[in-house]
């Protein structure tokens, strides 16, 4: 218990150290707390080592269940009549893009390696690349007071992009099991169940909260409410398998959509989830091992590459397309270049399917979670600064 508190306490003040550090420097917070995480984890000091796993997985899943909810507010039908076409079609673009260029740029340089990759572990990596970090673009748009048009509709593409790229995630497996076993239709299944499985959750929890919200008091009971729904929306989706952070982000998008005073509980939250987001970023600081880097090689340098050509130029294709303005379609896909949890997960999953090729995966997907999660933020910081004339 002494260890718990010490370490607990001790990684908050490390995290008032960079947001002091962030005042004085262009860096983004994220990237510094992140960097932070990298000092005290295995690369640095290897501080609390024992107990790092169980507090990373505790804290990331109360940490993006918060981001979920908040992000299901940004989805509201005011703000999807103005940007609806835009967000969906952008978010849609931008990952079968992300898949196409990544996708054929392996099969083409893959018969170069000493170690030709199959083309359904070319596909898989592919599809892992289309996932994003919700969490660290929205923390970077709220630290850049990102209100405007281009903050707004990033984070309308934030929201979908996760359920985009599960969706492609479990279509690209279920190729990959097909062309190796008799059968994938049961991963296809399963992927389908855990996005509309997790739809249906929120949905379930967001129309009795858009009741209670119209009937408590501002304060404290909306806050324990809001705790509350949100903490019994995370384990429910835990429990039946299905993804917590699309089902938080139904469940806030009921919420904004139905309440009367919808704007409560999302305030409640948005005052609490500092301390959660700054372990959060710390502990996933501290869970990369760069070593990984040297590892992965040209191929992960050709992962990493082409998924920022596939981003960028989805970004811009799908905005071109769309009628966005000139500007914004240009940083649109660099702003969603952060990438973390749900990637690793994916390649979790790929790695217990195909255990053959556990090590190349695993390597390549967390040596780019390290580059895109130090990088990325950056390039989000001055997507939103140069485009934060463009006001609604």
Same mark, same amino acid.
């Given at each position: 218990?002494?260890?718990?508190?010490?370490?607990?306490?001790?990684?908050?003040?490390?995290?008032?150290?960079?947001?002091?550090?962030?005042?004085?420097?262009?860096?983004?917070?994220?990237?510094? #707390?992140?960097?932070?995480?990298?000092?005290?984890?295995?690369?640095?000091?290897?501080?609390?080592?024992?107990?790092?796993?169980?507090?990373?997985?505790?804290?990331?899943? &109360?940490?993006?269940?918060?981001?979920?909810?908040?992000?299901?507010?940004?989805?509201?039908?005011?703000?999807?009549?103005?940007?609806?076409?835009?967000?969906?079609?952008?978010?849609?673009?931008?990952?079968?893009?992300?898949?196409?260029?990544?996708?054929?740029?392996?099969?083409?340089?893959?018969?170069?390696?000493?170690?030709?990759?199959?083309?359904?572990?070319?596909?898989? #990596?592919?599809?892992?690349?289309?996932?994003?970090?919700?969490?660290?673009?929205?923390?970077?748009?709220?630290?850049?007071?990102?209100?405007?048009?281009?903050?707004?509709?990033?984070?309308?593409?934030?929201?979908?992009?996760?359920?985009?790229?599960?969706?492609?995630?479990?279509?690209?497996?279920?190729?990959?099991?097909?062309?190796?076993?008799?059968?994938?239709?049961?991963?296809?299944?399963?992927?389908?169940?855990?996005?509309?499985?997790?739809?249906?959750?929120?949905?379930? &929890?967001?129309?009795?909260?858009?009741?209670?919200?119209?009937?408590?008091?501002?304060?404290?009971?909306?806050?324990?409410?809001?705790?509350?729904?949100?903490?019994?929306?995370?384990?429910?989706? #835990?429990?039946?398998?299905?993804?917590?952070? &699309?089902?938080?982000?139904?469940?806030?998008?009921?919420?904004?959509?139905?309440?009367?005073?919808?704007?409560?509980?999302?305030?409640?939250?948005?005052?609490?989830?500092?301390?959660?987001?700054?372990?959060?970023?710390?502990?996933?600081?501290?869970?990369?091992?760069?070593?990984? #880097?040297?590892?992965?090689?040209?191929?992960?340098?050709?992962?990493?590459?082409?998924?920022?050509?596939?981003?960028?130029?989805?970004?811009?294709?799908?905005?071109?397309?769309?009628?966005?303005?000139?500007?914004?379609?240009?940083?649109?896909?660099?702003?969603?270049?952060?990438?973390?949890?749900?990637?690793?997960?994916?390649?979790?999953?790929?790695?217990?399917?195909?255990?053959?090729?556990?090590?190349?995966?695993?390597?390549?997907?967390?040596?780019?979670?390290?580059?895109?999660?130090?990088?990325?933020?950056?390039?989000?910081?001055?997507?939103?600064?140069?485009?934060?004339?463009?006001?609604?």
């Amino acid at each position: 218990m002494p260890e718990t508190l010490i370490t607990l306490g001790a990684l908050l003040l490390f995290g008032l150290l960079t947001f002091w550090f962030g005042s004085i420097t262009a860096l983004p917070r994220v990237t510094l #707390l992140i960097i932070m995480g990298v000092f005290v984890g295995p690369n640095g000091l290897d501080l609390f080592a024992e107990t790092r796993a169980f507090w990373f997985e505790q804290i990331s899943v &109360l940490a993006l269940i918060m981001i979920g909810f908040l992000l299901g507010s940004t989805l509201t039908r005011s703000t999807l009549k103005l940007h609806g076409k835009q967000i969906i079609g952008i978010s849609l673009g931008a990952a079968f893009i992300t898949l196409t260029v990544v996708f054929s740029g392996l099969l083409f340089i893959s018969p170069l390696l000493s170690n030709p990759l199959p083309i359904y572990v070319a596909l898989l #990596l592919a599809a892992i690349a289309t996932a994003t970090d919700a969490a660290a673009t929205v923390a970077v748009i709220d630290e850049s007071k990102g209100d405007s048009r281009f903050g707004k509709t990033l984070l309308g593409v934030v929201a979908l992009d996760d359920a985009w790229g599960l969706l492609i995630f479990s279509l690209c497996l279920s190729i990959a099991m097909s062309s190796t076993m008799d059968n994938g239709l049961p991963i296809i299944v399963h992927g389908l169940w855990e996005i509309t499985g997790a739809i249906l959750l929120g949905i379930a &929890l967001g129309l009795p909260m858009a009741f209670l919200t119209g009937r408590i008091q501002a304060g404290e009971p909306t806050l324990i409410e809001a705790l509350g729904l949100i903490m019994l929306c995370g384990g429910l989706a #835990l429990w039946l398998e299905v993804s917590y952070l &699309l089902a938080a982000m139904a469940m806030g998008t009921t919420v904004a959509n139905l309440a009367t005073h919808h704007t409560r509980p999302f305030h409640a939250i948005k005052n609490i989830q500092s301390p959660f987001l700054v372990l959060f970023f710390i502990l996933a600081g501290a869970s990369l091992d760069f070593l990984n #880097l040297l590892d992965v090689g040209l191929i992960g340098a050709l992962y990493i590459a082409l998924r920022v050509i596939g981003k960028i130029l989805g970004g811009w294709l799908s905005g071109q397309l769309l009628g966005m303005n000139a500007s914004d379609a240009r940083w649109i896909g660099a702003a969603m270049l952060p990438q973390a949890g749900v990637a690793v997960g994916m390649a979790l999953i790929v790695s217990h399917i195909l255990p053959d090729y556990a090590d190349t995966i695993m390597a390549i997907t967390i040596a780019a979670t390290a580059f895109f999660e130090i990088l990325g933020p950056l390039v989000t910081r001055a997507a939103i600064k140069h485009n934060h004339k463009n006001l609604l």
